[in-house]
């Protein structure tokens, strides 16, 4: 059974720092994409951050661009994001996501993710 595990959520003041990581478990993702969406309360599921298999593929949301870092251990099956400068905006549930079929434009659509973790809260207060 496939499992990714969230963690490093949690409460943090604006202009601080966070790193979430997301441990995938039963089977490796060779060949997958894996990242990150977040969702707030009231809005829909969006995406932050996703990686290419070998790291050499990073795309990002506009508004996380040079705070936000993502980057994978395939060694381990984790990937990690790392969040700097954290503002109030950037409060919502993390969800970790893996995709063995996506491709372009899909990659940045829930749709195109078949494996999900149970998310983790991440808050800002101002």
């Known amino acids: 059974q496939v499992q990714l595990v969230e963690s490093g959520g949690g409460l943090v003041q604006a202009g601080g720092s966070l790193r979430l990581s997301c441990a995938a478990s039963?089977?490796?993702?060779?060949?997958?994409?894996m990242g990150w969406f977040r969702q707030a309360p009231g809005k829909e599921r969006e995406f932050v951050a996703i990686?290419?298999?070998?790291?050499?593929?990073?795309y990002y949301l506009d508004s996380v661009k040079g705070r936000f870092t993502v980057s994978r251990n395939n060694a381990k099956n984790t990937v990690y994001l790392l969040m700097n400068s954290l503002k109030p905006e950037d409060t919502a549930v993390y969800y970790c996501?893996?995709?063995?079929?996506?491709?372009?434009?899909?990659?940045?659509?829930?749709?195109?993710?078949?494996?999900w973790g149970q998310g983790t809260q991440v808050t800002v207060s101002s």
């Open positions: 039963g089977r490796t993702f060779s060949s997958s994409y």
């Open positions: 990686i290419s298999w070998t790291g050499t593929r990073t």
């Open positions: 996501a893996a995709s063995d079929t996506c491709s372009g434009y899909g990659c940045y659509d829930v749709h195109g993710y078949s494996y």
